[in-house]
């Protein structure tokens, strides 16, 4: 008999915790401000792609994971931000979220740092120089 016997369900949540998926999409939708560019009558992909200068390519997959989310929805024309989405655009007042979701912002910079954890766990140096080649307030001067 074996030691362990795993649940589907628990193997299943615990998926869902490691995943990096939803989290990075989370944060780059915020980072280019899709929930703001996106409320009212929405736009195609291929529209904000041209608006934010990236690849429409790789952003319809984003937007499609993010109505699989919630976040977004599909419209006549495109996608555009739900109700629930509405939480992550400027206006909100939801600040904390929004600039530790915000990869350009000292916050989402700190949180990005944590790819390089097992760095840190294995040596005892500090992610945040290694993944961006000086300690965070260094860089928060050169990055305000």
Sequence with gaps: MPRWIFVE?????I???????TPMALRVAVTLGLPDRL?????????VAAELN???????????????LGIVEHAAKGYRTSSYGA?????SGNDLVINLLNLDTAGGRAELAFVELLHSVTTGQAA????????????LAEHP
């Design 9 to 13: 369900d628990d193997v299943a949540e």
């Design 15 to 21: 998926r869902k915790l490691a995943g990096l998926a």
């Design 39 to 47: 409320r009212g009558e929405g736009a195609t992909a291929e529209q």
């Design 54 to 68: 990236v690849s429409a390519v790789a952003l319809d997959p984003l937007l499609g994971h993010l109505a699989t």
């Design 87 to 91: 939480a992550l655009c400027t206006d």
């Design 128 to 139: 945040y120089p290694r993944r961006y080649g000086r300690d965070f307030w260094a860089d």
